[in-house]
């Protein structure tokens, strides 16, 4: 049984470039979470998407945007890069987005913005 | 502001030394707590959760963590630690459908 898988684990890109990064919920599982992670801070929550919408969104400018797909995978895409947006990408799937189900975690992708 | 708070970043102690990770939070109303774990090179994982009953919570790998209402914590210990627990902790409450907030997490060096 496959866990959450990421891609791609490492990417460098230029300010004001776009950037997309994909995510592969755990089986079973039709809700995705989307989280960065900056060096030496917890992870912060960006979006939530079940059922291919947009459930609920944390503090980020619309510059991050995502899409969940019919099955269930995920993407973040963030549009005209900032060096503040530098950081691990971790994305999280569960099972109907309850408020008792677990979250099982990926093992990120890290951005570099030069 | 709404937040988890997580003291003393930085934590080194030798093997068979107790562990205990302090956790506060700040949200009102019924909250779910989780403890992850993050070892080197690898995913966070799920050490243990809080959702109702009894507040001792007993985890994976020996851990354990109590739940107290009145003080808003969620600490984390271990009586005894291995050199295998060197990794970084994360307390997050589940602020509302499966929307974890974290707190900026523990490095535990253990020393052989």
């Known amino acids: 049984d496959a866990g959450v898988t990421q891609s791609p684990t490492h990417l460098i890109k230029t300010r004001g470039q776009q950037v997309t990064l994909r995510c592969s919920p755990k089986?079973?599982?039709?809700?995705v979470s989307w989280y960065q992670q900056a060096l030496g801070q917890g992870p912060q929550f960006i979006f939530q998407?079940?059922?291919?919408?947009?459930?609920q969104r944390g503090n980020f400018p619309d510059r991050f945007s995502g899409h969940q797909f019919p099955n269930y995978s995920s993407e973040l895409n963030v549009n005209a890069l900032l060096l503040g947006d530098s950081a691990l990408y971790l994305c999280?799937?569960?099972?109907?987005?309850?408020?008792?189900?677990?979250?099982?975690f990926g093992p990120g992708t890290r951005l570099l913005v030069l | 502001a709404q937040s988890v708070s997580q003291h003393n970043h930085h934590v080194i102690l030798s093997e068979a030394a107790s562990l205990e990770l302090g956790c506060n939070y700040s949200?009102?109303?019924?909250?779910?707590l989780f403890w992850y774990v993050q070892y080197p090179g690898q995913h966070l994982q799920l050490l243990l959760k809080?959702?109702?009953?009894?507040?001792l919570v007993k985890g994976i790998k020996g851990f354990e963590a109590e739940f107290i209402k009145s003080k808003f914590s969620f600490n984390l210990r271990k009586p005894s630690v291995q050199w295998s627990d060197t990794a970084e902790y994360f307390c997050?409450?589940?602020?509302?459908?499966?929307?974890?907030?974290f707190g900026k997490g523990n490095q535990v060096v253990v020393i052989p």
């Open positions: 998407y079940y059922e291919e919408e947009e459930r």
């Open positions: 997050a409450v589940n602020v509302r459908n499966n929307r974890l907030a």
């Open positions: 999280a799937s569960s099972s109907g987005g309850g408020a008792g189900e677990t979250q099982y």
């Open positions: 089986s079973g599982h039709d809700t």
């Open positions: 949200y009102g109303g019924t909250v779910n």
């Open positions: 809080y959702f109702s009953g009894d507040p």
